[in-house]
């Protein structure tokens, strides 16, 4: 593949070393990683909608003892495969191209999803065939993304930088809450669609990636770091599967945390996680450049990333847990029809999104990121707030605007962060800066999820089994039967309001009582719109409150290492001519404030020296 500078000659498509890429080309890269990076966060949630129509298609019952597990890894494979392996695809971009590995990953997206949509099996080994294929796209997901910010910064001067990543973030933000929607229409026709809807996208997309992108950047060669990839991949894998399984019932427990099984992935992947750091600090090339945390900018924006992913990540879950199990019914919605009508009444959220980012990569071009970034906190700390203080059964509009705000603030701070983050690292890190970044961000969702479904079961179960107990023998249940469907665990009811099943129906199903003995005005009372919502208000509520309370502290947290980033640095336009030529970069030109202060010290450690094995 061709480089972008060389010594005899200058690219026409890349421009020359003092110019960097030309404006032609910047564009087409803003175009085709958007494209990208939309594509495959809205894979992420086009799933969950879709999951009822997916089960009956392969003919299983989620919901059914023993299946549970093939839920849990539809729902949050994909995010575990990305966290895990983001760095890496982000790393081998730096060695031996960003766009040569994104380009890959177009083909491994493009094909998973081809044999996705023509899974042959139905049971069991339908939805292992799924999982399996699923998790080999996310491997796709994870090249492109891994490497899409670093070829926008390869490709932008640092006076537009912000609105292209910005652009490029919102439209990945965006993709995840477009599939809610996406998935509810698409699965309504036939759940193979939602898998077909990628594969024009990734046809075209890979073509036009191969015919027009081009290596901007310098190839830095390098070895693989085998033991840190290994340690950290097992690590953090085990981690977060520890926390997956930790959300499943175990013995009598309506979680798992005592399971021995998730102890030892826990503390498993903890053990080899710290010994991936020690690793880093030993080998000569090393995955991870922790040397990057010494720039203040880097460090801050990533732990800022990280706190919001994890209150926006189980976001979504909450909200549509609130909208499918009690508001929806209540308001004349039957149960199968509220996985589409969530995504519907979310869209003030993707909204949000949408007006906010732009604008704001736009103005923190102008006037930096720290600001836009902090104020953006301070947006979507308070719809957290607000969000608390609506009544259950609210009005829609409140909701709307609260859940708007929650994304122009995300918005806010999304693009900015990400800007100020690719534009304080030295061009040669780019890629696993990029890498890095990811991580931070995917783990934070994943993470989110156990996080906030362990705080809503545990807020459950001291409330809702003597609810529903109670509420089953007024209308006429055995007291053995309603006792025996108030001691299942509450992850049932949570999971089937997700899915769009009666939880109640589902709920006696699993206790083996005929509902049909029941006189008919109770079966229908029972089988209702409101019974269900009547019984779990009050815990739910309980159990909300808790979440969102926790999500504004971690808003909070952002919104101060936010501030902590320092001005903004400022770099010399297109890609910088010794690093083209294989020396080193001047640290002094590279890292400047916009004060017009020279670089701190440790800037000029990592510049001119790189880590101290380089």
């Not at 086009?46 to 003892?65: E, T």
């Not at 046809?203 to 070895?223: D, N, P």
């Not at 460090?299 to 994890?310: C, D, E, K, P, Y």
């Amino acid at each position: 593949m061709p480089e972008a500078t060389t010594r005899g000659g200058v690219d026409p498509v890349a421009g020359d070393a003092s110019t960097g890429p030309d404006d032609r080309y910047r564009w087409v890269a803003l175009a085709n990683t958007t494209a990208a990076v939309f594509m495959s966060q809205l894979d992420g949630s086009i799933v969950i909608i879709a999951l009822p129509a997916i089960f009956r298609g392969i003919h299983l019952d989620p919901l059914a003892p023993g299946n549970i597990a093939y839920l849990l890894w539809m729902i949050m494979g994909y995010r575990l495969v990305q966290a895990v392996t983001v760095v890496n695809f982000g790393r081998l971009g730096d060695m031996f191209g960003r766009v040569r590995i994104y380009n890959a990953g177009f083909v491994v997206f493009t094909v998973s999803s081809v044999l996705l949509s023509l899974c042959p099996f139905t049971g069991v080994r339908g939805a292992q065939w799924l999982i399996g294929w699923r998790l080999i796209q996310a491997l796709g997901g994870s090249m492109l993304t891994a490497n899409s910010a670093a070829i926008l910064t390869d490709a932008f001067p640092q006076e537009n930088r912000g609105f292209a990543l910005g652009l490029n973030q919102v439209a990945g933000l965006s993709g995840m809450f477009i599939g809610l929607v996406a998935g509810g229409l698409l699965a309504a026709v036939n759940w193979r669609l939602i898998f077909w809807v990628n594969v024009p996208v990734g046809v075209f997309g890979t073509l036009w990636a191969y015919w027009r992108l081009r290596e901007v950047s310098a190839r830095r060669g390098g070895r693989i770091d085998w033991w840190g990839n290994t340690t950290f991949a097992v690590g953090l894998g085990a981690a977060l599967v520890g926390v997956t399984y930790g959300i499943q019932p175990y013995g009598h427990h309506s979680m798992g945390w005592t399971n021995p099984a998730v102890v030892g992935l826990l503390g498993g992947g903890l053990l080899l996680l710290a010994a991936f750091i020690v690793i880093e600090t030993k080998v000569a090339e090393p995955l991870f450049q922790l040397s990057l945390f010494r720039i203040r900018a880097f460090t801050a924006g990533n732990l800022a990333a990280f706190a919001v992913s994890i209150a926006r990540g189980g976001l979504q879950f909450m909200l549509i847990i609130w909208l499918q199990g009690i508001w929806l019914p209540v308001h004349g919605y039957h149960y199968s029809q509220t996985p589409l009508w969530a995504g519907i009444f979310l869209l003030p959220l993707t909204m949000g999104f949408l007006i906010s980012g732009p604008v704001a990569g736009t103005l923190s071009d102008r006037f930096g990121a720290r600001g836009m970034a902090t104020a953006g906190m301070v947006v979507f700390g308070g719809s957290f707030i607000g969000l608390m203080l609506l009544p259950i059964d609210f009005s829609y509009w409140a909701f709307a605007l609260l859940i708007a705000a929650n994304g122009i603030g995300s918005g806010m701070f999304a693009a900015p962060n990400t800007a100020s983050i690719m534009s304080s690292v030295p061009a040669r890190y780019r890629g696993v800066a990029s890498g890095m970044r990811s991580t931070f961000q995917n783990s934070g969702t994943a993470l989110s999820i156990g996080v906030f479904f362990s705080i809503m079961i545990a807020g459950l179960a001291g409330t809702l089994p003597r609810s529903l107990a109670s509420g089953l023998q007024h209308q006429g249940v055995p007291a053995a039967a309603a006792h025996h469907v108030g001691t299942l665990p509450p992850v049932s009811s949570l999971f089937a309001a997700v899915l769009g099943v009666n939880p109640l129906e589902h709920l006696l199903q699993l206790s083996g009582f005929a509902l049909t003995s029941l006189p008919v005005v109770a079966q229908r009372l029972i089988t209702g719109r409101e019974f269900f919502p009547g019984l779990i208000a009050a815990p739910f509520h309980h159990g909300l409150s808790i979440v969102f309370g926790f999500s504004a502290f971690l808003a909070v947290l952002a919104g101060l290492a936010s501030l902590l980033r320092g001005s903004r640095p400022t770099e010399p336009e297109g890609p910088d001519r010794s690093e083209s030529e294989g020396s080193e970069p001047d640290a002094t030109a590279t890292f400047e404030s916009s004060a017009g202060e020279p670089a701190s010290p440790s800037h000029r450690h990592l510049v001119k020296r790189g880590t101290p094995h380089d």
